[in-house]
């Protein structure tokens, strides 16, 4: 192609407004020209052109030639020509782009040619030549110091191309002659400082990284780092102490002692004040400074722990100190504050973590060490100090007037992260001295709410901090943490009576402003975090009533709801017994959540509900708890059909039904609440085992006694709400979430040991089951997802009344209570479940899943059941045709893998059960059927699903050994046959297999044999499963 | 003075982590009983993505180095039963970077870790089931469950509670 077109594609490439077809078409012509034998002539020829863009095209064709020529090419007579062209370059003031370009060109064939430290390097023949000819002195240093930055850039892109040796070299021979040679002939200035700057931080990083990577000995930067920290301090400059804090972050052993030591000074001197002065105005540069003390400080931590007892460190220690509390809000005025808290969170980590080290660079001198824990204590409490100010929350609506939306709320995310993070110092600090911490926090509390009048605002950011710090640190307590001190300061500033005190602040304060917002909701934090106080010890049960009221009140307002229902239920659950008192209280509490229809959220009135039967739960009198709990109900129930009744009114209304609909779910949601508040709280074994007596009693109630007739009512509505056309209400029973509640509150019952208010007998379900069943085929189930759904739920629960039945006769044996012998109705069941709703079932996987598994439930524990039924032998090969249709359908795999095993195993079967298997599989040959799927589904299956044919294959071993064999050549003759993959299974990897695999008897080492023999046949890799 | 490999490298990570960590996450090691760290375990929070369903909260994880640690990768857990297709029910997640056959290298950090996490709970691998509930939820065409649930986890994280 002649230069002119070529000039002409080049000029295309670069015009603006171009269509994109256009300059693709051009590139690609382009990219073939510059891979041309003859490109560096070409690349010569366009640098020759006045454009600029023609001329960084031809540096640009020196690049693609090199590096698609490499091996044709003498390097050092490239390196000559490349010279050339920089020279000449330079001679026609070329753009410092091109320039550039070139001597980046220059570096990359050094790199590739540099085997020789005796060889001049080419940055030398430039330097040298362009002497020889009298260049520019300003534009020689700018060259030089700018080439020694590209060379160092493109070592550090080349890195890992680069042999040691090879560094050791560029090294001695660019490095040591060179580039030392420029820094040191054209030190640091005002005029030079950006060029010299980035030229020492691009073979700073080079060196770093080359140290770390090939474990070089360290190259001595330190002249040229003592150059900046003289320029920085005579200067101010942010360059210089930007370059230096990046060293320290990088690799802060690369300064020597004396540099260090130059450092240390000035940052703890007057040099730092004054720089904080000058930059006054600008955050940017202060925050800088600030996050270098931080790297500096950290880059020692334990030596400067040590030194705490040293007196010339005193003032260093203050300084920190006084630099922590730079005066201004956090954030919004000095970062300072922020950025050290990084620093002061390790620091003060040392005096946990690593005391024994700290100790032993004291030599472990007694005295040293008493001293070092005074001082570090008496600092640390100054400290907390300083923080417990910071912690201060800040007033985000006062700064609206210069910020936008985005900035306020950008601040108080930082805001929040800053608390979060004060918190952990404080955790810190807490530990090192846990009775001073706890006790100024909640002095500050007592102290700060004793004023009679109204409180100011800051009083009130002191409350809340303090309540905020003591929720963090006693989140980490636990009951053997407790000591005597923290109850007795728990128990001050319950009697100072703060919980009144904050109510009567939110009272009194019309204007709703953000302190009080978080005071409360801190305050409602804190009480959900000292479980410890009222749990173990009479000092704190006796505030728990208080403490409720508190929580009771704020749960009146809406922005406290959900934290307040929280904290509630958190101590109504541990602590029930406690406040047996507040029995009716809370029975009232619960009835309001019912009656206030559409005013609470449906958690809120959920946890209110269960904190009621929580307590209702400890009742001895189980007459009593029986008329409380019928009460519920019917209130519920009355509700419940008050709300029916108004959908028909309000259908036109799509916002008003929407409420009726959260309403109905909560209402039995709530029923769910109150079936597990009152569930037993312990596990059965351990509460019959404590409680004999009372399981007898409980039994003897709530089996005959019961005249309330709890069992019933729950019935009653849990008929209500799945079909309540039959109560007259013409409203579908299609919910799907309303049903799984139901499901909740059935499961509560089944899981439970012993008889109960909501244990619902196991007969009465089934019923209810084939009642739902019959209601499914009624209604075309194709288009319903929600129904899907309701058969899932509702062979699920199936499974838990066979669990449950199964548990209940467990018990009986144990304990010797009688429990009804129930009929299973099993065939019914089955056939009404699956064989009604086959077709619906077959084509949704949860639900293939779901009846697979209750099938493999059935043989775990009542194999004989599932065996005689007429349709066994249509179930198992359904499943088996599973077993390859939905091979890479996990969980469907994971459900008949289990059946399987359970079938092979039979570990619950009798001889009978064990002969009908035996038939099944090998007269009416379903272990040939089962096998050839099995192996289908295998080699069709992922990687991450092998493990459940795994199982399969494993049991078939271990029981079925002898027929196995055959089994496995027939499937895969078949297999092969049908060439489903196109792909044949070699004969003699199928019978390595066979003989591996019965070697195994089926035991743990099958696992390997199976996964080689998967990885042959699939060619996979094995990455070591 | 001398301090196992595990507990030199977590050191380390403590540092780099105070030294430079993403906004909005936390990471630090636990309290024990006598008030000592347990440099071991770790108790950390990755915030949701903004913009997300899982945005406006922070998810609490544990950490946990084994002894093998960097060479095995820590265990990291949400509490149990979370919601998230690659979360077992155990609370353990299921993503390759944690997970020493896979993609685990010991030069990893805890902020790649914590990153990862981050990008993992709006973007979940469909191929790496771990648990039921989430995943089958997650593949259904309206995701209206999923995202229900993903919402009311998130309420309950939320970072303005």
């Keep these: 192609m002649d230069l002119q077109t070529t000039v002409s594609l080049i000029e295309t490439l670069y015009s603006p407004n171009q269509d994109y077809q256009v300059i693709l078409q051009a590139q690609k012509q382009l990219q073939f020209i510059q891979k041309q034998q003859n490109a560096n002539i070409l690349a010569h020829e366009l640098l020759q052109l006045p454009s600029q863009n023609i001329q960084f095209f031809g540096a640009l064709t020196y690049t693609v030639y090199f590096t698609n020529h490499l091996n044709e090419i003498n390097l050092n007579d490239f390196i000559s020509i490349l010279l050339d062209e920089i020279i000449d370059s330079l001679k026609r003031n070329l753009s410092n782009l091109i320039i550039n370009k070139l001597l980046s060109n220059l570096a990359k064939v050094y790199i590739k040619s540099c085997n020789n430290d005796n060889e001049n390097n080419p940055l030398d023949l430039l330097l040298k030549h362009l002497q020889s000819i009298n260049y520019n002195e300003n534009l020689f240093i700018n060259l030089s110091l700018i080439s020694s930055k590209i060379f160092a850039e493109e070592l550090s892109i080349s890195i890992d191309l680069i042999k040691k040796e090879q560094h050791e070299i560029i090294l001695s021979n660019l490095f040591n002659k060179t580039i030392q040679n420029i820094l040191n002939s054209f030190p640091l200035s005002l005029i030079n400082k950006n060029l010299w700057l980035d030229c020492l931080q691009s073979w700073m990083l080079y060196i770093t990284k080359i140290e770390f990577d090939y474990s070089l000995n360290k190259i001595d930067l330190n002249s040229y780092f003592n150059l900046i920290i003289n320029f920085m301090i005579n200067y101010n400059d942010i360059d210089s102490l930007n370059l230096i804090s990046e060293v320290y972050d990088l690799n802060p052993s690369l300064f020597n002692y004396n540099n260090k030591f130059q450092l240390d000074s000035i940052l703890f001197s007057n040099w730092t004040i004054n720089f904080i002065k000058l930059n006054e105005n600008n955050f940017e540069n202060l925050s800088k400074l600030s996050r270098f003390i931080t790297l500096f400080l950290n880059s020692d931590l334990l030596n400067l722990a040590s030194k705490i007892i040293d007196k010339s460190f005193d003032y260093k220690f203050e300084f920190l100190l006084n630099l922590t509390n730079f005066n201004g809000n956090p954030i919004i005025d000095e970062t300072f504050s922020v950025d050290l808290l990084d620093f002061w969170i390790l620091f003060t980590e040392c005096f946990i973590n690593d005391i024994d080290n700290i100790y032993l660079l004291l030599k472990n001198d007694n005295n040293k060490i008493i001293e070092l824990n005074e001082k570090s204590q008496d600092y640390f409490e100054n400290l907390s100090q300083i923080y417990w100010e910071k912690c201060h929350i800040l007033d985000f609506n006062n700064n609206s007037d210069n910020d936008d939306a985005d900035d306020l709320q950008d601040i108080e995310d930082q805001f929040i992260n800053f608390r979060r993070d004060i918190s952990e110092l404080f955790e810190t600090l807490f530990s090192i001295s846990r009775i001073k911490i706890f006790n100024n926090l909640t002095n500050s509390i007592i102290n700060n709410l004793s004023t009679t009048t109204n409180l100011s605002i800051n009083q009130i950011k002191n409350i809340e901090t303090s309540l905020y710090l003591l929720t963090s640190i006693s989140s980490i307590l636990t009951e053997n943490g407790i000591l005597p001190e923290f109850l007795n300061d728990m128990n001050l500033l319950f009697k100072s009576k703060f919980l009144e005190k904050i109510l009567l602040i939110e009272n009194n304060n019309n204007n709703e402003n953000q302190y009080n917002k978080y005071l409360i909701k801190n305050s409602i934090k804190f009480l959900s975090e000292i479980n410890w106080f009222y749990e173990n010890n009479e000092i704190g049960k006796f505030y728990i009533n208080e403490v409720l009221i508190y929580l009771f009140q704020n749960l009146n307002n809406n922005n406290y709801q959900d934290l307040s229902s929280k904290a509630i239920l958190m101590i109504t659950d541990s602590c029930r017994y406690k406040i047996i008192n507040l029995l009716d209280d809370f029975e009232n509490a619960a009835k309001l959540m019912i009656i206030n229809k559409f005013n609470v959220e449906i958690n809120v009135r959920s946890r209110i509900i269960r904190s009621y039967a929580n307590i209702l739960q400890t009742i001895e009198n189980f007459e009593l708890q029986s008329n409380k709990i019928s009460n519920f109900l019917n209130l519920i129930y009355n509700e419940s059909i008050n709300a029916f009744k108004i959908i028909e009114l309000n259908k036109g209304n799509s916002i008003i039904l929407q409420d009726i609909n959260n309403f109905l779910y909560s209402m039995i949601s709530s029923l769910v609440g109150l079936a597990k508040g009152l569930k037993l709280p312990n596990d059965w074994e351990d509460y019959y085992e404590e409680n004999p007596n009372k399981v007898k009693e409980i039994y003897n109630y709530w089996r005959f006694n019961d005249k309330f007739k709890i069992n019933e009512l729950c019935l009653k509505l849990i008929l209500l709400y799945s079909f309540p056309n039959e109560f007259n209400f013409n409203f579908n029973f299609k919910n799907k979430f309303f049903f799984e509640q139901i499901l909740n509150f059935f499961k509560c019952g089944l899981t439970e040991a012993f008889p109960g208010p909501f244990v619902i007998k196991e007969d009465l379900i089934i019923e209810y089951i084939l009642k739902c069943c019959k209601y499914f085929q009624q209604i075309n189930i194709k288009n319903n997802n929600e129904l899907f759904s309701s058969i899932n739920k509702i062979i699920e629960l199936y499974g838990l009344v066979i669990n449950s039945y199964h548990i209940s006769m467990t018990i009986s044996k144990i304990t010797n209570i009688q429990f009804d012998i129930i009929d299973l109705k099993m065939d019914i069941i089955i056939n009404e479940i699956f064989f009604k709703q086959f077709n619906e079932i077959m084509i949704d996987p949860d639900l293939i899943q779901s009846i697979f598994t209750l099938f493999s439930n059935i043989i775990s524990k009542y194999p004989n059941d599932l065996l005689k039924n007429k349709e066994i032998i249509k179930i198992l090969k359904i499943s088996i045709d599973q077993i390859f249709i939905n091979n890479q359908q996990r969980f469907i795999i994971i459900s008949i893998s289990k059946l399987w095993c359970n079938l092979i195993y039979l570990r619950k079967g009798k001889i009978e059960d064990i002969k009908k298997i035996n038939e099944i599989l090998i007269n009416k040959e379903i272990g040939q059927y089962l096998v050839y799927n099995l192996m289908k589904g295998f080699i069709n299956t992922s990687r991450s699903n092998i493990e459940f044919f795994i199982d399969i294959i494993r049991a078939l071993t271990s029981k079925f050994s002898k027929y196995l064999s055959n089994w496995i050549i027939k499937s895969f003759e078949k297999i092969n046959f049908e060439n489903f993959n196109n792909k044949i299974i070699k004969i003699e990897d199928i019978n390595l297999f066979i003989k591996q695999l019965l070697l195994t008897r089926g035991n743990r080492a099958a696992n390997k044999v199976i996964q080689e023999f998967w990885f042959k046949i699939t060619g996979m890799i094995d990455y070591g499963m | ?161």
């Excluded at chain 2, 595990?6 to 050191?11: A, G, K, V, W």
């Excluded at chain 2, 297709?85 to 010991?106: A, F, H, K, M």
């Design chain 2, 1 to 161: 003075m001398v301090r196992d490999l595990r507990t030199e490298r977590i050191q380390q990570e403590r540092k780099q982590w105070r030294k430079d960590h993403p906004f909005g996450f936390y990471a630090k090691p636990s309290k024990s009983i006598d008030g000592s760290l347990d440099l071991h375990n770790w108790t950390a929070g990755v915030p949701g993505k903004q913009g997300t369903i899982w945005g406006n909260a922070t998810y609490p994880l544990t950490i946990s180095f084994p002894e093998e640690y960097p060479a095995k990768p820590p265990k990291v857990k949400f509490p149990a039963n979370f919601y998230h297709p690659n979360v077992y029910p155990s609370g353990t997640i299921c993503l390759s970077i944690l997970n020493e056959e896979q993609d685990w290298r010991p030069a990893i950090s805890i902020k790649q870790l914590l990153l990862g996490i981050q990008e993992l709970l709006d973007s979940p691998n469909p191929l790496s089931p771990a648990q039921e509930p989430a995943w089958k939820a997650y593949q259904k065409d309206d995701q209206e469950e999923y995202q229900r649930n993903v919402k009311a986890q998130a309420q309950q994280y939320g970072d303005k509670n």
